[in-house]
């Protein structure tokens, strides 16, 4: 388009500003010379064309200027400087606002994208000019128009992008006629059958409307109200709720559509005798009645809407406004903003008060800020009404907790109760639309990170972040957030957080912004961070075609049985998840904290599913949270280390049988599990990538687990000269009760239970060495010192894995053992001929290989997933395999008194740990 068939659109424009128009309109030509759009036409057709569909609109001076300039910062040498110098800081303004960020403006910064960030941008700008807005839907207005130039895939990610940001952008700012164009130019990309048959429907519907005006203004002219009723005209409707009704109820194919008509008044009293009228003359659909006159739409839209129903049975939409009210619903925002007296956007957009703490929060994380733009700014919406007949919209989905800060605002921030419809609620409870909602309130602030769970809002979450980050200091926030995030770890057996490299994860800190751990704990501590999040950037989930499959999980948790505002949480979750439970169990009350109860549950869910449930039960006040696999996934494991764990007595017995003494057997144990402890490492390092950190003072940590182990062995041994393997095994396994009751014993609890554990292991002791036929003295003592040293070994190595924050890096570990237990291994090879270990040498290293190291690391695994203490009453199992294997490859078997003893001894055992760990079934 030339300048002077551009300027014959100009004509209600004072020669000064056409001339401005034109001195824009030749920098543009001049600046986009050469270029060319997809479809071979000059690219300065398109800033001309927008600036054309803004003329349109009613743009003033400015905003025409700043359209056809609107490209030139992005695309040409013109620089913004430029524009200012020769047009003013408000053109300059604009153009800046609808220049899109590029790769450079967001170097370095992982979590950023160009899209969403330039959205940022123009909504920033939104509350102080809202002409940005309007001159970026024109652009994509016109882009959409020509996207026939594109390439298909191009032209797709266009239209998708269109519907998921701008159509709901213009809905937002009431602009309804170019909403309804950017949708069918989206969806006849999109889905061009779909658009078909809804252009087929819209053609029949607008058939019928003609009809029905008639049939309808005839029923009114008689009516007093009639003579200010300026015009009755068809509305059709938004090409979304089209789609809904055909898809839904086959409108278009019944020749029955549903027809919205405007009726125009003349005021606004008029509007409510128009709406009297229609009441009169015709019976109206209940609950259809909606007063937008007094309580506006969320995008500022005013108008009386009620659905009649004509005497053949039609229903028919009305909707009542004056010529301002339907101007402004056609048109928007663009109906005011480009008046030189215009009000602050803030004035009829309530919602834009949102954006300054929704970009605020969101900094450095574009992912976030887009979908709290998604939810609380452009999705739809209810209407919540608090005290003095206030009203606030919200988003649909918005929780109790929500609607308090909605309404409220700071003040929220001391509530101590939420009240909905008169009755007290939970603060995660979804509000419904026209729900009525007020608190209570505290003296001082109540607000606890908790509640960033209970809100869905991006408003309220950023309310409730703010008051957390003053609340709580520099030392106290990293504590906070470095707890919440090992946590997580903890839940996921992915050890402590101490174990990792912050050099190894370096990538992962980039995308999440984060420059060190330090602020990665401050982030999650403010709320700004998930810890979820930080660990899916530190372990990126692999991902697998059953990473949604429904998997069966043990729950355990606690809670105060006084505190029944957490009761009533508890409760709700336990309702929302109520579907996959298989299962629930109460656990005894602990004699030491009567007041706390101990939950089991068994569910089926997926890995998201059981995390959201372990959020959701912390959230609502749980202590204790702790999720488990069934037992039975890990039987092949638990039954392997059983297995290995019985045969290792019976194949140490069967070689000093054959040739080998504990020494050499002793030795070469020590040697062959320093080699096999270093093969191991080697490949778990090569296995991790040098993520794991090192481990300082490695071999002093090493020291005491490696010489409990050399003593443990040597006993062992020893007893095994003179023991049967499944008696050596009974006296071991005391180990079951011993260790519960030493750890019930340093807590001051339950004293009556280790009295009896240590009862039953002297009686049980006193009949086995007074058995008929059976004296093993020297044997017993050895047993009993291996006992004592096992239960030394594990509160030991216990300690140490605890002190030194040792879970993953348990490998590490084992090997400094390793090294160490090589190291005596060489010394008492050295104190003894070579010949002595030689005999059945190759046989030992596969004793040493299948019935310690490979159990050892089983149990290593299967510690990961399961905790000990719900585990260990199978290791009893050990003692009759081990019965059986002596019989079948030693030929030894002990007298029947002795084999009973055994047998009360186990039963003894059993009973005791069943009696303290009894279930009640709720």
């Given at each position: ?46 800033p ?7 003329v ?51 170097e370095?910064?992982?979590?950023l ?20 807005m ?7 207005l ?32 009431c ?10 130019l ?176 969101t ?40 609607g ?40 001082e ?45 903890s ?6 957080i ?16 984060m ?7 401050a ?44 009761l ?46 372990l ?10 949270v ?28 069967w ?18 599990t ?49 023991m ?8 071991l ?9 030493l ?42 010192l ?137």
């Amino acid at each position: 388009m030339t300048w002077a068939a551009f300027s014959r659109l100009l004509s209600a424009f004072p020669a000064k500003d056409r001339e401005r128009i034109r001195s824009a309109f030749e920098l543009a030509e001049q600046a986009h010379r050469g270029q060319q759009r997809k479809s071979g036409e000059p690219y300065v057709h398109h800033p001309i064309a927008v600036a054309t569909i803004l003329v349109g609109m009613g743009a003033d001076t400015d905003t025409i200027v700043a359209a056809l300039l609107h490209d030139t910062i992005e695309d040409t040498p013109v620089t913004l400087e430029q524009v200012r110098s020769q047009f003013g800081d408000a053109v300059a303004r604009l153009v800046d606002g609808v220049t899109k960020l590029c790769h450079e403006d967001l170097e370095g910064r992982a979590t950023l994208d160009e899209k969403i960030e330039t959205l940022r941008k123009m909504f920033s700008a939104l509350q102080d000019d809202v002409r940005i807005m309007v001159i970026k839907l024109a652009d994509r207005l016109h882009n959409m128009q020509t996207a026939e130039f594109l390439a298909p895939e191009k032209r797709r990610m266009l239209a998708e992008e269109t519907r998921e940001s701008y159509v709901k952008i213009a809905d937002r700012l009431c602009m309804q006629d170019l909403r309804d164009e950017l949708e069918a130019l989206c969806l006849d990309i999109i889905d061009p059958e779909l658009f078909r048959q809804l252009q087929i429907a819209r053609d029949s519907i607008d058939e019928s409307a003609a009809s029905l005006i008639a049939m309808v203004d005839g029923g009114m002219e008689n009516h007093p109200a009639y003579g200010d009723l300026l015009e009755i005209i068809h509305e059709p409707r938004p090409w979304e709720t089209l789609a809904s009704q055909l898809q839904r109820s086959g409108y278009a194919a019944s020749g029955a559509p549903p027809i919205a008509l405007v009726f125009v008044c003349r005021d606004r009293d008029t509007c409510y005798r128009i709406m009297g009228t229609l009441h009169e003359r015709w019976k109206r659909e209940v609950m259809s009645f909606q007063d937008f006159i007094n309580a506006p739409q969320v995008n500022g839209y005013r108008g009386l809407h009620t659905t009649i129903i004509l005497g053949d049975g039609t229903r028919v939409r009305c909707k009542i406004r004056t010529p301002e009210m339907h101007l402004y619903a056609r048109k928007g925002v663009a109906t005011r903003c480009f008046d030189s007296a215009a009000k602050s956007i803030l004035d009829y957009l309530s919602w834009a008060e949102q954006i300054s703490p929704l970009t605020e929060q969101t900094r450095d994380r574009s992912q976030e800020f887009w979908d709290s733009l998604q939810s609380d700014i452009l999705g739809e919406s209810i209407v919540v009404h608090g005290p003095a007949d206030q009203a606030v919209y919200l988003p649909t989905g918005a929780t109790a907790l929500d609607g308090a800060f909605y309404l409220f605002r700071s003040e929220a921030l001391r509530t101590r109760a939420i009240l909905v419809n008169g009755q007290e609620v939970p603060f995660a409870q979804p509000l419904h639309h026209a729900d009525a909602l007020t608190i209570t309130l505290a003296p001082e602030p109540t607000v606890q990170r908790e509640w960033l769970a209970w809100v869905h809002t991006g408003f309220s979450t950023a309310q409730i972040r703010a008051a957390i980050a003053l609340s709580v200091s520099a030392d106290d926030k990293l504590l906070l957030g470095k707890t919440l995030l090992q946590r997580i770890l903890s839940d996921r057996r992915r050890g402590f957080i101490e174990e990792f490299a912050e050099s190894s994860i370096r990538d992962s800190l980039q995308r999440l912004g984060m420059r060190s751990m330090d602020d990665v704990y401050a982030a999650i501590a403010d709320g700004r961070l998930d810890p979820a999040t930080a660990y899916d950037a530190m372990f990126p989930p692999a991902r697998t075609r059953n990473e949604e499959a429904r998997s069966p999980y043990i729950v355990r948790f606690s809670y105060d049985m006084n505190d029944l505002a957490a009761l009533t949480r508890i409760m709700e979750v336990y309702k929302k998840y109520s579907s996959h439970i298989r299962g629930a169990r109460a656990l005894p009350v602990p004699p030491h904290n009567p007041r706390k109860l101990s939950i089991r549950l068994r569910y089926f869910l997926t890995a998201q599913e059981q995390r959201s449930l372990l959020t959701d039960l912390r959230a609502a006040g749980a202590g204790n949270v702790a999720v488990v696999e069934r037992i039975e996934r890990l039987f092949p494991l638990l039954l392997t280390v059983i297995l290995l764990w019985a045969l290792n007595p019976v194949a140490a017995k069967w070689l000093m049988l054959h040739g080998s003494t504990p020494l050499s057997l002793l030795t070469l144990r020590l040697l062959v599990t320093s080699v096999l402890s270093a093969l191991f490492f080697g490949v778990w390092r090569i296995w991790t990538r040098s993520t794991v950190g090192s481990l300082r003072s490695a071999y002093r940590i090493a020291l005491l687990p490696a010489l409990l182990t050399f003593a443990l062995a040597t006993f062992t041994y020893h007893a095994l000269e003179s023991m049967a393997p499944s008696a050596h095994l009974t006296i071991l396994r005391f180990n079951v009760l011993l260790l519960p009751a030493l750890a019930l014993l340093l807590r001051k609890f339950s004293l009556r239970i280790a009295l009896a554990s240590i009862v039953i292991f002297l009686v049980s002791t006193v009949l086995l060495m007074w058995s008929p036929g059976y004296a093993p003295y020297v044997g017993f003592g050895f047993s009993l010192l291996s006992l004592l040293t096992y239960v030394l070994y594990s509160l030991a190595v216990e300690s140490t894995l605890q002190k030194h924050k040792i879970e993953v890096r348990y490998p590490l570990l084992l090997f400094y053992t390793g090294l160490i237990l090589g190291i005596i291994g060489s010394v008492l090879a050295l104190l003894q001929p070579f010949a002595a270990l030689l005999p059945n040498f190759w046989l030992v290293c596969l004793y040493v290989a299948a019935c310690v190291f490979i159990p050892h690391t089983c149990f290593y695994a299967l510690l990961k997933r399961q905790p000990f203490r719900y585990v260990t009453d199978l290791f009893l199992l050990e003692i009759p395999i081990a019965a059986v294997a002596e019989y079948a490859f030693l030929g030894l078997h002990l007298s029947l008194i002795s084999y009973l003893l055994i047998g009360a001894a186990l039963l003894g055992i059993l009973l005791l740990r069943l009696r303290h760990y009894s279930r009640l079934v709720i």
